[in-house]
């Protein structure tokens, strides 16, 4: 972090049928070309997508580009797969058609106009359908902990959300599903909500599959916001984590980059605060800890991951250089910086997954 707000130059959309509807790029609308503006290694999200494939969690394929617009070198960009419903269709064979939700979360208060404003498929006015997500957001508020993995069972999938959650914390994803950004005035929280993600109704099991979106503000050590080694940290660090269990909702202020001192910083919800994921970890956690060790002897292991950063760093080098928006020494001591926080951030995995802390 530090920063991570200014930006040298800006992320790019290219919409291949803006104009004509039946335009595609080897069968893709949309490609997303992403600047890694917040990202000093441009790592990030190449290899938080990878190990989210990893365990078998849908996510977006990458591939770094070199842009030139009209003959002029823009530099180095990461070209991002959209998820749409070509996106939903290759990775669910035979029920890709289902709903695909952006960044809406199933909790009490969401209505049906939030969730058409999120459906992202089967949009077309006049036949959307969120009658599945009504349902699901319904069971969510009427569940209660002694009936929740019932309850639960026709909507998700328990142990692929387990494997999510494992990724994500590894990370030290702090932009994502556990972050709820909000505004706090007083001892009060107002409209916290999180977001880079899609939910996808897979046609034939019915279920909701979570998907992962925008991985660059990840593989910061400590994890700005969220407490690090089962104890908050600094100024920073202060909501408590995936393993802690909270009896207060108050949320917290935290400031974490320069842009920070115009707003007076963000208000945070206590992740627990949630229904959903309050639950949801009763009803995995003893799952946790042996996926974890699964993980981090796999494909979080100390080896492979520095092989990966070793192979991306050399594809990328020769833009790095040309890229005028990049100092090059801060690039590489960046990507010397992330190879060495890993070992870090294994540890804060395997403290986080082995222990329940009450507050």
Same mark, same amino acid.
Request: hydrophobic residues 40%; proline residues 4%; contains cysteine.
């Given at each position: 972090?530090?920063?991570?707000d200014?930006?040298?130059?800006f992320?790019?959309?290219?919409d291949f049928?803006?104009?004509?509807?039946?335009?595609?790029?080897?069968?893709?609308?949309?490609?997303?070309?992403?600047?890694?503006?917040a990202?000093?290694t441009?790592l990030h999200?190449v290899?938080?997508y /990878?190990?989210?494939?990893?365990? =078998?969690?849908? !996510?977006? *394929?990458t @591939?770094? $580009?070199?842009?030139?617009?009209?003959?002029?070198?823009q530099?180095?960009?990461?070209?991002?797969?959209?998820?749409?419903g070509r996106f939903t269709?290759?990775?669910?064979?035979g029920?890709g058609?289902?709903?695909?939700y952006?960044?809406?979360w199933?909790?009490k208060?969401?209505?049906?106009s939030?969730?058409v404003q999120?459906?992202?498929?089967?949009?077309?006015? /006049?036949l959307?359908?969120?009658s =599945?997500?009504l !349902?699901? *957001?319904? @069971?969510? $508020?009427?569940?209660?902990?002694?009936t929740?993995a019932a309850?639960?069972a026709?909507?998700?999938?328990?142990?692929?959300?387990?494997r999510?959650i494992?990724v994500?914390?590894?990370i030290?994803?702090f932009?994502?599903?556990?972050?709820w950004?909000g505004?706090?005035?007083?001892?009060?929280m107002?409209g916290?909500y999180?977001?880079?993600?899609y939910?996808?109704?897979?046609?034939?099991s019915?279920?909701?599959v979570l998907?992962?979106w925008?991985?660059?503000?990840t593989?910061?050590?400590?994890e700005?916001?969220f407490?690090?080694?089962?104890?908050p940290?600094?100024?920073?660090?202060?909501?408590?984590?995936?393993?802690?269990?909270t009896?207060?909702c108050?949320?917290y202020?935290?400031?974490?980059?320069?842009?920070?001192?115009?707003?007076?910083?963000?208000?945070?919800?206590?992740m627990?605060c949630?229904?959903?994921?309050?639950?949801?970890?009763s009803?995995?956690?003893?799952q946790?800890?042996?996926?974890a060790?699964?993980?981090?002897?796999?494909?979080?292991?100390?080896?492979?991951?520095?092989?990966?950063i070793?192979?991306y760093?050399?594809?990328?080098?020769?833009t790095?250089?040309?890229?005028?928006?990049i100092?090059?020494q801060?690039?590489?001591?960046?990507v010397?910086?992330l190879?060495?926080?890993l070992?870090l951030h294994?540890?804060n995995?395997?403290?986080?997954?082995?222990?329940?802390?009450e507050?």
């Amino acid at each position: 972090y530090g920063g991570m707000d200014i930006c040298a130059k800006f992320s790019l959309k290219i919409d291949f049928n803006e104009y004509r509807s039946s335009n595609r790029l080897h069968g893709l609308k949309k490609l997303n070309l992403h600047a890694m503006a917040a990202d000093p290694t441009k790592l990030h999200e190449v290899l938080g997508y /990878g190990l989210f494939r990893s365990q =078998d969690i849908p !996510a977006s *394929r990458t @591939a770094y $580009v070199q842009l030139e617009i009209n003959g002029v070198n823009q530099g180095l960009y990461l070209a991002v797969e959209q998820v749409d419903g070509r996106f939903t269709k290759d990775r669910f064979p035979g029920s890709g058609d289902g709903n695909l939700y952006k960044q809406v979360w199933p909790s009490k208060g969401k209505t049906k106009s939030d969730f058409v404003q999120a459906l992202e498929t089967n949009d077309d006015p /006049g036949l959307m359908d969120v009658s =599945d997500m009504l !349902a699901f *957001r319904d @069971a969510v $508020v009427k569940t209660q902990a002694g009936t929740f993995a019932a309850d639960m069972a026709p909507f998700l999938d328990l142990d692929a959300l387990a494997r999510y959650i494992v990724v994500d914390r590894a990370i030290a994803n702090f932009d994502g599903i556990f972050a709820w950004y909000g505004v706090k005035i007083g001892n009060t929280m107002l409209g916290a909500y999180n977001h880079n993600y899609y939910w996808y109704r897979d046609e034939i099991s019915g279920r909701f599959v979570l998907i992962p979106w925008d991985l660059d503000k990840t593989f910061i050590y400590p994890e700005p916001i969220f407490w690090s080694k089962n104890k908050p940290w600094n100024k920073h660090g202060i909501v408590p984590n995936w393993n802690v269990v909270t009896g207060s909702c108050a949320g917290y202020t935290v400031n974490f980059d320069p842009g920070d001192l115009a707003i007076g910083g963000y208000g945070v919800q206590e992740m627990d605060c949630d229904k959903l994921l309050k639950l949801l970890r009763s009803a995995i956690w003893s799952q946790m800890a042996p996926l974890a060790k699964e993980f981090i002897e796999g494909p979080y292991a100390q080896q492979g991951m520095a092989t990966a950063i070793a192979r991306y760093r050399g594809l990328i080098e020769t833009t790095v250089a040309k890229d005028t928006t990049i100092d090059v020494q801060h690039w590489q001591n960046a990507v010397d910086g992330l190879l060495d926080d890993l070992p870090l951030h294994r540890e804060n995995l395997t403290l986080m997954m082995s222990e329940l802390i009450e507050l």
